[in-house]
């Protein structure tokens, strides 16, 4: 159980540890993500729609599809194709979305993922899911808070599946199980792995666990007020088939407080925790698209991580809005040694594009300084 949601990553941009990219290719990001924004307004025929359903005439969004584009330090040039499908909801249900993302690099990394998000029943039932398969060549630091500079490459081939189902208890509680398998074969590309990693060479992690969430949001994607607080925990054993035993513990807060008509003061703090004999891809990391933006996956890992943001929301009309924020993280092999001094900051700015205004589904292109240099992240759905 990585996360109590199941995001849509199109891709995992970051910066490494080397010398600085040329500034060209750098804004290349910012030039691609920002027409790509442009192009997706004025294409209508990307986006199909059916009558709504509650009887009141007004056309329903049904679909959005639109090619997806950039530049990151992890992937270089990638590229591929995105497409949304939204149920026809029920008069006073949350809406859901089913998105499907592929993507491919010019340094031979792809992926394939399905992440569907429904609510069913009035909202008595809260179904997430992520399905997906990639081989994705990748750096690994060595663990800590402060690596030492130099890393190592290595290809992952991976196939994961994580389910969460929720049921509603009142008006804002829910709680339900988890359940992930997640099969991985690593192959070192730059020589043998390092000494004593592990899980170097991939394996089968199965868990299961339990998730409770409190959420009083006006909505799931892009809220303007309300509190969500979620806490998880899972469990990876041999008798479920898993190569690694290890338990993981997640919890999560998040508040939305409005400013006025069209501003937003988005709040999140994250906590997640790892026990027993867990695999190195299993461990915490800020994954660069949904906190710490910018960074590379991996940069920082270890055990336990701690993760802070803050946003705030500027609509500009009815597709279009724009962010500034700020996100601080940090990860430590034990509790104590979590500290208000050890954190990795990034900041910056990012635009949005609502896919579905009335779901809120927005593609977002974020920019950042972040570990010395410049990070982006071009993704579908807020960092939180």
Not at 77 to 96: E, I, K, T
Not at 186 to 211: C, V, Y
Not at 228 to 246: I, K, M, T, V
Request: hydrophobic share 45%.
């Amino acid at each position: 159980m990585r996360s109590l949601r199941a995001p849509l990553h199109l891709a995992r941009p970051g910066r490494r540890a080397s010398a600085p990219r040329p500034c060209h290719r750098r804004c290349c990001a910012t030039a691609v993500g920002a027409l790509l924004l442009a192009a997706s307004a004025r294409c209508g025929a990307a986006h199909a729609a059916a009558p709504d359903s509650a009887g009141s005439g007004a056309p329903v969004q049904r679909w959005s599809a639109l090619p997806v584009a950039g530049y990151s330090t992890e992937t270089a040039v990638f590229a591929g194709a995105m497409a949304v499908h939204y149920p026809l909801p029920r008069p006073g249900a949350r809406g859901s979305a089913v998105p499907l993302i592929a993507i491919a690099s010019v340094k031979r990394q792809c992926q394939l993922a399905l992440a569907p998000d429904l609510y069913a029943a009035a909202n008595a039932w809260h179904l997430q899911a992520n399905l997906s398969a990639r081989r994705w060549p990748a750096d690994f630091y060595l663990p800590g808070n402060d690596p030492p500079p130099g890393s190592w490459r290595y290809q992952t081939d991976g196939l994961e599946m994580e389910l969460i189902v929720q049921r509603r208890f009142g008006a804002h509680a829910f709680c339900g199980p988890v359940l992930r398998c997640w099969w991985t074969d690593i192959d070192w590309r730059s020589g043998p792995s390092p000494p004593g990693l592990r899980g170097a060479g991939g394996g089968l992690l199965t868990s299961t666990g339990f998730a409770a969430t409190w959420d009083t949001r006006d909505n799931a994607r892009a809220p303007r007020t309300g509190t969500l607080l979620a806490a998880g925990a899972s469990l990876a054993e041999r008798w479920l088939g898993s190569d690694f035993d290890f338990v993981e513990a997640l919890a999560q807060a998040r508040r939305f407080v409005p400013c006025g008509r069209r501003q937003t003061l988005a709040l999140a703090a994250d906590l997640r925790l790892i026990g027993g004999q867990a695999p190195f891809s299993a461990w915490s990391t800020p994954d660069g698209v949904m906190q710490l933006r910018g960074i590379e996956a991996g940069r920082f890992r270890d055990r336990h991580l701690c993760s802070v943001q803050a946003e705030i929301r500027r609509s500009l009309g009815l597709r279009h809005g724009l962010v500034a924020f700020v996100d601080a993280a940090q990860v430590a092999p034990s509790l104590g040694t979590l500290s208000p001094g050890r954190f990795h900051w990034a900041a910056g700015a990012g635009g949005r594009y609502a896919l579905n205004p009335e779901q809120r589904l927005n593609l977002r292109l974020d920019a950042g300084w972040v570990n010395g240099g410049i990070g982006w992240v071009f993704r579908a759905g807020e960092a939180f």
